[in-house]
């Protein structure tokens, strides 16, 4: 299964770098970005649970405390929402990506 562990590591610091981006810059969808980085994140952290345990639990926690302190006076429902579908496509993609690199893979 080798390059999927390092296209995730990947992903998680381009993804960490975007919201970076987005919060120092205060752009005006900063927070939105954030909050999808965030679901992102803590889908990786379950997916990795199976695997790595949870050792990205941490970044996760960080980034959602980020969210959570940028989204003062805008609505977190969407916000919310944005997160919990990112995670569901993260998960989706991740499930996809094995299925294509690795159609013996049992699930």
Request: a neutral charge; charged letters at 5%.
């Amino acid at each position: 299964m080798w390059p999927l562990p390092g296209l995730y590591l990947v992903e998680m610091v381009a993804l960490s770098a975007i919201a970076m981006f987005g919060i120092v810059r205060d752009i005006s969808l900063g927070g939105i970005v954030t909050w999808v980085v965030v679901g992102v994140f803590f889908a990786f952290v379950v997916m990795g649970a199976w695997s790595i345990g949870f050792l990205f639990l941490p970044v996760a926690l960080i980034f959602a405390v980020t969210a959570l302190l940028s989204d003062r006076r805008q609505s977190i429902v969407m916000h919310l929402g944005a997160s919990v579908i990112a995670g569901i496509a993260q998960v989706t993609l991740m499930f996809i990506a094995i299925r294509l690199i690795y159609p013996s893979a049992i699930f």
